[in-house]
Antibody
């Protein structure tokens, strides 16, 4: 079964850091671009970052540039999002998603991040 | 900055047909934007319905169809059912590794 399972979310103070992980199974992880998509409470979806199959290209939404870093470990079938200098507006459910045919075709169940003092 | 536009809400009767659209604040949507559509119910992860304009994702019923209508991408639901009541999001590929989602359409079936 193709599956993505996120972990690492939680409550963090403004200015703090969190590292999200996404464990992939059921497909050849190294053969796909991957992405993080977030959804703030009561709001729509927002693509946060995506990474090429081999990790050589990374793209970010403007609001997280310089604060978030996407990475992957193809040997461990894992995707990561290092989030630094967190702000209240980063509060959201963060989804790991597989990219195929220029679309987000497989989604995880999400991990919740709350930035609050 | 380009904004992807969707109707905030829509209503359809059971068994009816509804077309949701996905446009651009400036310009027209074409197949070059690789429009995709996602369904989301409260508390759940999104589910992929359509990719590359009109290709149904695995397991998606054929009453869901995608197209380009005029200057917008469109998602048509034919024979709406109660469990189609969800939020629907489109996404457009803007190039340079960038995707933008629309604000979503809340579909009510009543």
């Amino acid at each position: 079964e193709v599956q993505l399972v996120e972990s690492g979310g939680g409550l963090v103070q403004p200015g703090g850091s969190l590292r999200l992980s996404c464990a992939a199974s059921g497909f050849t992880f190294s053969g796909y671009w991957m992405s993080w998509v977030r959804q703030a409470p009561g709001k729509g979806l927002e693509r946060v970052a995506n990474i090429r199959k081999d990790g050589s290209e990374k793209y970010y939404v403007d609001s997280v540039k310089g604060r978030f870093t996407i990475s992957r470990d193809n040997a461990e079938n894992s995707l990561f999002l290092q989030m630094n200098s967190l702000r209240a507006e980063d509060t959201a459910v963060y989804y790991c998603a597989r990219l195929d045919w220029n679309a987000f075709d497989i989604w995880g169940q999400g991990t919740k991040v709350t930035v609050s003092s | 900055q380009t904004v992807v536009t969707q109707e905030p809400s829509f209503s359809v009767s059971p068994g009816g047909t509804v077309t949701l659209t996905c446009g651009l604040s400036s310009g027209s949507v074409s197949t070059s934007y690789y429009p995709s559509w996602y369904q989301q119910t409260p508390g759940q992860a999104p589910r992929t319905l359509i990719y590359t304009t009109d290709t149904r994702s695995y397991g998606v019923p054929d009453r869901f169809s995608g197209s380009i209508l005029g200057k917008k991408a469109a998602l048509t639901i034919t024979g709406a059912q109660a469990d189609d009541e969800s939020d629907y999001y489109c996404a457009l590929y803007m190039g340079s590794g960038t995707w933008v989602f629309g604000g979503g359409t809340k579909l009510t079936v009543l």
